[in-house]
C-alpha cells in the first residue's frame, strides 16, 4: 500500500501539546499528564495509541533487569520506558499511511519510543493496518508474538510441513500464536504448559500437551525438529537430548546461551539466534491477512484502564495467564 503521492510532511496542525502516559522513575510507574507529544520526522507517523499491551519485558524494564540492552543499543532514555506493542490512529499523512489509518506495531525495542503514552511517533516500516475483522485491543495484543514466533519459527527454525515441534510456555503471550502459526505451518505441535491450560491450548490447535508442574523437560521420551523455550528458563545442555538430527533449540532469550549461539563454525548450529526488536510491515500484513481469513485468533488475558496500571503489572507476574495482558492508553 506505497501511497508515493503523499510526500512526507513535517506534522504541523496538530493541536495537541500534552499526553498522558506512565513514567519510570526509580523502578517506580506513574501515570504523569503533563508529556510532550512527539514530533514525527522523516518516514515516521504520528500516532495515537488506543490500546497498549504489558509484557514481560516491562516487568523486567521496571525492576532494571534490561538495563544492559538499553546500554549495549545507545538507546535514548525517554520518560515512558514501558510499552512494546501498540494498536492505535495514525494523526499524521507520511509516505505510506495516513491521516486516519487503523494500524498497529512495535517500535524498536531498544532505541524507539514506548507504548504506554497517548501518543507516539513511529518509523513507517514497524506498522501495519490492523486485521479488519477486529478491535483495537484485540489487534494490540497480536504484534509482538504473532511476530516473533512467526520468525522464530519460519526463519530460524526453517519450520516444514510435517516436522515435529515442542513448545515451551505455550499458554503465555508468545506462545499462544506460536501454537497456531506452527500448526499453520503444518507442524505436530507439542505443548508444555501449567496447571489447567491444557484444553485451552489444544482448542488453539496443539496436537498434545504436557504438564511442566508434573514432567521435566529432559524427561520427555521424544525427539523434536524444533524445540522453541519461551519461558527462558531452560538449558541447552538439558534438552540437548531432546533434538533430532536436524533439531534446533530457539530460546526467547538468546543471550542465555551466547556461546551456543555463536557455535562451532565446523558444526551444525543447534541452538537459533531469535530476536524479533521491532514490527515489520510485510510480516504484520500477513498476520492480519491470516485473522481476517480466521487462520489466527489474537488471545487477550485481562484489559486494564490505564489509571489501573499496577493491576495490570502486578497481573503480568502472575503464573496461570492466558495469552496477553492489555491496557486501554486512550479514551477516545
Ligand atoms: N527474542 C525475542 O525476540 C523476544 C521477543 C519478545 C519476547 N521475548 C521473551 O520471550 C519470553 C516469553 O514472553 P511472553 O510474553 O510469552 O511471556 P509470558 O506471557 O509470561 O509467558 C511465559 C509462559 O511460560 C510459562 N512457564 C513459566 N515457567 C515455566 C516452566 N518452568 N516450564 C514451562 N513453562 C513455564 C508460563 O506459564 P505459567 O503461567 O503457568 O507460569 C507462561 O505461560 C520473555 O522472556 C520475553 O522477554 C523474546
Redesign the pocket.
Known amino acids: 500500500m506505497l501511497r508515493q503521492s503523499f510526500k512526507f510532511a513535517k506534522y504541523t496542525s496538530f493541536k495537541i501539546k500534552h499526553m498522558k502516559g506512565l513514567v519510570l522513575e526509580n523502578k517506580k510507574v506513574s501515570l504523569q499528564d503533563n508529556l510532550e507529544v512527539p514530533s514525527p520526522k522523516k518516514d515516521e507517523v504520528l500516532v495515537k495509541v488506543k490500546y497498549a499491551s504489558i509484557?514481560?519485558?516491562d516487568v523486567?524494564t521496571i525492576e532494571g533487569q534490561s538495563a544492559l540492552l538499553k546500554k549495549l543499543s545507545g538507546a535514548k532514555t525517554y520518560p515512558v520506558m514501558t510499552g512494546?506493542e501498540f494498536s492505535g490512529v495514525v494523526e499524521s499523512d507520511g509516505q505510506r499511511f495516513r491521516k486516519g489509518d487503523k494500524v498497529y506495531g512495535y517500535p524498536d525495542l531498544a532505541k524507539g519510543q514506548k507504548t504506554h503514552q497517548e501518543f507516539i511517533v513511529i518509523n513507517e516500516n514497524y506498522i501495519a493496518l490492523v486485521p479488519s475483522t477486529i478491535d483495537f485491543s484485540e489487534s494490540a495484543a497480536l504484534p509482538?508474538?504473532a511476530l516473533?514466533t512467526l520468525?522464530?519459527l519460519e526463519n530460524v527454525g526453517k519450520i516444514k510441513e510435517g516436522y515435529k515441534i515442542l513448545i515451551?510456555?505455550?499458554?503465555?503471550?508468545?506462545?499462544v500464536y506460536a501454537v497456531q502459526i506452527a500448526k499453520r505451518l503444518g507442524a505436530f505441535v507439542s505443548a508444555?504448559?501449567?496447571?489447567g491450560?491444557e484444553q485451552f491450548i489444544k482448542d488453539l490447535g496443539a496436537d498434545n500437551t504436557i504438564s511442566?508442574k508434573e514432567q521435566k523437560?529432559q524427561d520427555i521420551n521424544n525427539t523434536y525438529d524444533i524445540l522453541l523455550d519461551?519461558?527462558?528458563?531452560v538449558k541447552f545442555t538439558d534438552i540437548k537430548g531432546l533434538l533430532s538430527p536436524r533439531g534446533v533449540f530457539i530460546p526467547?532469550?538468546?543471550f542465555n546461551h551466547l556461546s551456543a549461539v555463536l557455535g562451532n563454525p565446523f558444526r551444525k548450529k543447534k541452538v537459533g539466534y531469535?530476536?524479533?526488536?521491532r514490527g515489520d510491515s510485510g510480516k504484520l500484513t500477513k498476520i492480519a491477512k491470516w485473522v481476517e481469513e480466521g487462520k489466527l485468533i489474537s488471545i487477550i488475558d485481562k484489559t486494564y484502564e490505564l489509571k489501573d496500571y499496577q493491576h495490570g503489572f502486578d497481573r503480568?507476574r502472575?503464573?496461570?495467564?492466558r495469552?496477553?495482558i492489555i491496557m486501554k492508553i486512550a479514551d477516545h
Open positions: 509484557n514481560s519485558y523486567e512494546l509482538l508474538g516473533t520468525v522464530g515451551n510456555g505455550a499458554a503465555g503471550g508468545l506462545g508444555v504448559v501449567g496447571p491450560q511442566y523437560l519461551l519461558t527462558t528458563k526467547a532469550n538468546p531469535l530476536m524479533v526488536a503480568t502472575e503464573p496461570g495467564k495469552g496477553r
